[in-house]
């Protein structure tokens, strides 16, 4: 069971990014997932999840990130705009199932510059 997280990049402030997941050995659509990210020196936090038919968001990214499933059952997005510093982080998918169990996949860095 694997989840990969792919799209992170470096930007400039305001600009937009999406970042995709993919998995393998499960489909994502039983299960309530999420994107988390972990900025240096600080714990990993959600910052958006699909829980049942509910979309959920950290007040920090509230407005700007979009969290999707994706049509084949095995991927999710996430859409970034208005990009800011502070969103600067590793970020992941995963399931909250998972989550809870400290069981974490490749995450991908987003760097916003200013």
């Known amino acids: 069971v694997q989840l990969q997280a792919s799209g992170g990049g470096l930007v400039q402030i305001g600009a937009s990014l999406r970042l995709s997941c993919t998995t393998s050995g499960f489909p994502l659509e039983h299960y309530a997932i999420g994107w988390f990210r972990q900025a240096p020196g600080k714990e990993r936090e959600a910052v958006a999840a699909?829980?049942?038919?509910?979309?959920e968001y950290a007040d920090s990214v509230k407005g700007r990130f979009t969290i999707s499933r994706g049509n084949a059952g095995n991927t999710m997005y996430l859409q970034m705009n208005d990009l800011k510093p502070e969103d600067t982080a590793v970020y992941y998918c995963?399931?909250?199932?998972?989550?809870?169990?400290?069981?974490w996949g490749q995450g991908t860095q987003v760097t916003v510059s200013s």
């Open positions: 699909i829980k049942s038919s509910n979309t």
């Open positions: 995963n399931t909250f199932y998972r989550a809870a169990s400290n069981s």
